[in-house]
Every structure is written in C-alpha cells, then in structure tokens.
C-alpha cells in the first residue's frame, strides 16, 4: 500500500526544512499532483517536463494525463474527479489544463468557478485526508503565451500564430538553435531557466484584472500557480 502524505497540521510543521547531520536541509515529500492536460501535444510535453523534474527527486508524486481529444471543460472536471476517485494514493491536488481557443465564453469561465466553489467547500472539512482541491491553469488564448512571457513582458491580444512567430524570433534574439513548433517535446527544457520572469509578468497581468472574468483577460494566463505551489520542491 502506498504511504499516504501527511496532513496538512504535520505539513505545516515540516514543510520549513529537516535538518540531518551536517546541516543538510531537505524536504519532505510533497502530495500527490495530477496534471490533466486538454491538449495532446504541445500542453503535455511541456509539463512532462516540471513531472519529470519532481519525480526526479520525490518518486511518481505527478502524474500526467491527458483527455481524449473533444472533451469540453466541463467533461475536464468530471474526469478530474474520476481519477481523484480511483486513486490508490490521496490526491491533494488537480491540475486542469486548457486553452480559451474557440469555446464559449461561460464553459471557459465556469470550470473555473467551480473549482473554486469545490476548494471554497473544503475549508469547512477538518479531514485534510478528504480534502483535493482542483485548480485551472487557463491560458486565453494559448499557452504559447505563457511561453513568450518568459522572454517579454506582452499585454496585447495578438493572434495564436503571431505567438509562435514571436517566439521564434526570442529563440534567435536569444541564440537558442530550436525552431518552436506546437509539437517541441523539450520545451520545458528550453524555458526552464526563465521560468521566474514568466511567473512574475503573468501575476502583473492577473492583479491589474483582478475584478475580471478569465475570459475577458486576454492575454492572460494561470499557469504560473502550479509553480508557486512546488516552488520548494524544484530544483
């Protein structure tokens, strides 16, 4: 049986740092994550990657799943809760992942009411053991934005294939040999040593719309939250 993370009064306790001999810190082990991803390729390569780094160092506490392609958002959440259900280990955390792209205005925005209706619920549970909370990293329009944030600071609406042009062109201002295609399986990689930058301009974006709909916040973007929750536990 796999050992289940501890609960979030132990948590708080030990998340500040153990000490072992000679004063080397390390950390305990985060929860279980779940990274659901709408898309098929481009959203699943990138975050295999912030998978592998934490697997790397804390074994299979992410997994990565993907939908079958022309599920909608609300069909996202439900299978979220499917897998939550089935889990042999305790889910602390779910992480939807889609794009704004053509749908409807209020199936974008209501997935993401909802979770927070469901995380909202959950602070009235003693039981940190029955406790998932899910989470939307929305991207509106594409998550190619949240990949040029990493190298400008863009807070005007501009096409999805004007996204991958200018990525392009901050791939050879910034000497890096790859061409960016939605399919580039080291992705991550590549951006990784940028990611503060990114994290920063896509928080400047979410304040300054702070009384918006994600919608109507175009260009913006969420997926710096799965980072700031496992900051400690990257490299």
Known sequence: MSKKPLKKSELKKDIQWRTKKRNKKVLIN???HVIICEGT???PNYFEGLKNEINGRFKNRIELKILPTGKGRREALSEAKRIVSKSVNHIGYV?????KDDFPKDEFDNVVFMCKSINKNNDKIDDDELKTYYNVLWSNECIEFWFLLHFIDLKSD???NEYIDKINEQFKNNELKEEYK???DNIYEILRTRLEYAKSRAKDIIKENKNSSPSNIKPGTTVYKIFDKLEDYLE
């Open 41 to 43: 390729k481009t959203e």
């Open 158 to 160: 501009i096409s999805r």
């Open 30 to 32: 985060p929860e279980y």
């Open 95 to 99: 992480w939807i992942v889609y794009d």
């Open 182 to 184: 939605k399919n580039l």
